[in-house]
């Protein structure tokens, strides 16, 4: 009773989100996005796949449900073998996910001690640190397939089967880091894929924070 439900209309990472009460973001939310970012890969057909999962996505449910919808919604949306939703506790280094499709969860289980101790160094998660910039980045657009190779990370992921992913921030604090990642065998993410998450990112966040609100 008395919690007040949340829609952001900001997609800056530099600077605090704006909010106001919703009741069907779904239906304005196109106007807002499309005067602060230029979209130039994207097609109508895009636009509408992304908004028939819009209802679903702010439909009111707890935090602990909420992953597996967005999971879903992006896993339809931009192809890959599978994505991760990711909660990381800064302080104690603890970490809480979610996988789509759920057969990859044992899968990375396994490899996540050989990544878990060196995420800081991670190119993209680097790039969320030092710039506060948690929007959709490819490992691709920090280093080449030869510097890849040579890290922890593509060691650990190549036995699975992932040469390359797309990555991009939900929530950033000084506790906690949450993420969701897209996983590919090659590096064929397209500009397509990334406006699809830009576009997509707000709306993610804002369902967080209305499950945050309402659990």
């Not at 931009?78 to 899968?107: E, R």
Request: charged share 20%.
């Amino acid at each position: 009773a008395g919690k007040r439900i949340f829609c952001s209309l900001r997609n800056d990472a530099e600077h605090a989100p704006r909010k106001t009460e919703i009741f069907e973001p779904w239906i304005f939310r196109l106007s807002f996005f499309r005067a602060s970012v230029s979209l130039r890969a994207m097609k109508p057909v895009d636009y509408q796949a992304i908004h028939a999962e819009l209802p679903e996505i702010y439909r009111l449910r707890d935090v602990a449900s909420l992953p597996a919808v967005m999971l879903e919604a992006m896993h339809r949306l931009i192809p890959c073998i599978f994505c991760t939703y990711n909660q990381v506790n800064h302080h104690t280094g603890a970490l809480v996910a979610a996988y789509h499709p759920t057969k990859w969860q044992s899968a990375m289980e396994g490899i996540m001690p050989q990544m878990a101790p060196h995420i800081g160094s991670h190119p993209v998660y680097r790039n969320v640190y030092e710039n506060g910039d948690g929007s959709p980045h490819f490992v691709s657009d920090f280093v080449s397939a030869e510097e890849w190779k040579l890290t922890p990370f593509a060691t650990a992921l190549e036995t699975i089967g992932v040469d390359d992913s797309l990555i991009f921030c939900l929530h950033t604090s000084r506790q906690e880091l949450i993420f969701i990642a897209l996983n590919r065998a090659d590096r064929s993410f397209s500009e397509r894929d990334r406006e699809v998450a830009a576009y997509l990112r707000p709306h993610l966040t804002a369902a967080f924070e209305n499950a945050v609100a309402f659990t």
